[in-house]
């Protein structure tokens, strides 16, 4: 299988930090680099070419670190896997997580005392909108102090957001399966809606950020079907069965959405 390296006219561009390159060959060219060795030795080749100064600097920043590099320590085996988990989630998340856990268990347990809900299961009510907050929270420009520093790294665009959304779904989706298991709803029925309002956060967020588009769907949601359904005391139609066709649209033209527009998320814009 051929690999497409990156052309020697950004590469030199690159070197000597033109202004006519644009963004998205600059993220493009620092995402390839980090995997691909023969563009990052031409970038050293360009480098010594036409930036000689720049070669002298790291040079004696290099000279100045290795004595201190070689007495490190190696990383403690917990915190290699501290790091990994890092490239997945952020500490942020947790809480968030926790928390919407802790609403399927309620959601659950409401559902086994046979409370006023009549017919309709609170598990598969709220299942939609739980990953959301997720979601929403692991994008967060308030929520992350350093959202700057990893919106500007170079895999910071539609790889970290599908990274950090399976870490939600990898939390929430077995929650539910265990509600939806103990309540007797249908994996279908609860686990559709879910990924289908995920992948429209994502597709929304590109647009609007991620977060704000996590807010508007929730609001919607419970204005549209929550409250109705719960006053009606029965399984409307965006709930049952019949409705699962609809939801396989909807979370293929989130999909199609989120990958035609997977450039959106380079920007900070996707973090409001």
Known sequence: MSVEHASIRIIDGYTRGDTDLAADEVWALEA?????????????????????????????????????????????????????????????????????????????????????????????????????????????????PAYELTASAPRAGLYLVLRRTTSVLAVVVPALLLGGCVTGVMVAQWLLPCLAFTSTTLALGGVVGVTRAAAWLVAGWAAVVVAPTLAAGRTTFALATDGLPVWGLILALGIGVVIARRGAYSVLGTHR
């Open 32 to 144: 390839h680099l980090e995997a691909c060795r023969v563009c990052r030795d031409r970038l050293a080749a360009s480098v010594t070419a036409q930036a000689p100064a720049v070669e002298a600097l790291v040079g004696t920043v290099w000279s100045g670190l290795e004595p201190q590099l070689a007495g490190t320590a190696p990383v403690p085996h917990r915190r290699r896997w501290s790091a990994r988990l890092s490239t997945w989630m952020t500490p942020v998340m947790v809480p968030w997580l926790a928390m919407v856990v802790g609403v399927t268990l309620l959601a659950l347990l409401l559902d086994l005392a046979d409370t006023d809900s009549g017919e309709v299961s609170l598990v598969l009510l709220f299942s939609p909108v739980l990953p959301v907050l997720g979601v929403a929270a692991s994008w967060s420009r308030g929520l992350d």
